[in-house]
């Protein structure tokens, strides 16, 4: 049972335009979410994140939006570069039964910016 | 050097073989990971331990076992390797003080290949 889900496999944006990456996620008792950015050889590195008290954060060109009532966030990256080119995962954090102190992490999507 | 570093990067290895592969960390953190990303799936966890004396199975626990022999290592084993074993496998750690949820720290990840 995928918990946390990234239906997009794949995702190819122009430098400069906006690009969005989206995560559902199935359990309620989930209370902070966060986006990991991963090259090729190297392992997912910290991006942004953000607790389910509110529905954006933002960091600098990176923002994030929490929709509870649909069980949705999404990841703008504006403007987009090629160094954003890469597989960005979701992952998620909750106090509930058998989540506490551990994330769960969505499939990824590979997100390739073209100059 | 790196915070979290994993060896080998590499390895090729038979159907039957035991194999260990090794974590180590300079951060100080308290709690360890392992995850396996396969291709669709994601990062899966395997075990995770949140100090010298806990360890706690994952998602897909089935086939490994883990030992933590300090708080700076946390080494995974498969007793014996299996082909659908074959994957990128990636430890990480996080600190109880700071969330502990929060702002894992992964390493650079082992990829293995079971023939």
């Known amino acids: 049972d995928q918990q946390v889900k990234q239906n997009s496999p794949s995702l190819s944006v122009q430098e400069g335009r906006i690009s969005i990456l989206n995560c559902d996620y199935t359990?309620?008792?989930?209370?902070?979410f966060l986006w990991y950015k991963k090259y090729p050889a190297e392992g997912p590195t910290f991006l942004i994140s953000?607790?389910?008290?509110?529905d954006k954060n933002e960091d600098g060109r990176f923002t994030v939006f929490l929709n509870k009532s649909a069980k949705h966030l999404s990841l703008h990256i504006v403007p987009s570069q090629p160094g954003d080119s890469a597989v960005y995962f979701c992952?998620?954090?909750?106090?509930?039964?058998?989540?506490?102190?551990?994330?769960?992490f969505g499939q990824g999507t590979t997100l390739q910016v073209k100059p | 050097d790196a915070d979290v570093t994993q060896t080998p990067r590499n390895r090729i290895t038979k159907t039957g073989k035991r194999i260990m592969l090794e974590c180590s960390q300079t951060?100080?953190?308290?709690?360890m990971y392992w995850y396996r990303q396969d291709p669709g799936l994601g990062l899966r966890l395997i075990y995770y331990?949140?100090?010298?004396?806990?360890?706690n199975k994952g998602e897909i626990s089935d086939g490994y076992s883990v030992s933590r022999q300090a708080q700076a290592k946390f080494s995974l084993s498969l007793e014996s390797a299996i082909p659908n074993q074959t994957a990128l496998y990636f430890c990480?750690?996080?600190?109880?003080?700071?969330?502990?949820?929060?702002?894992?720290?992964f390493g650079s990840g082992t990829r293995l290949t079971v023939v």
């Open positions: 359990n309620s008792m989930f209370d902070y």
């Open positions: 331990s949140f100090d010298v004396k806990d360890i």
């Open positions: 953000i607790s389910s008290i509110k």
């Open positions: 990480a750690t996080s600190d109880r003080k700071t969330g502990g949820d929060y702002g894992y720290t």
């Open positions: 992952a998620a954090s909750g106090k509930g039964s058998g989540n506490t102190g551990k994330l769960i």
């Open positions: 951060k100080g953190h308290d709690r």
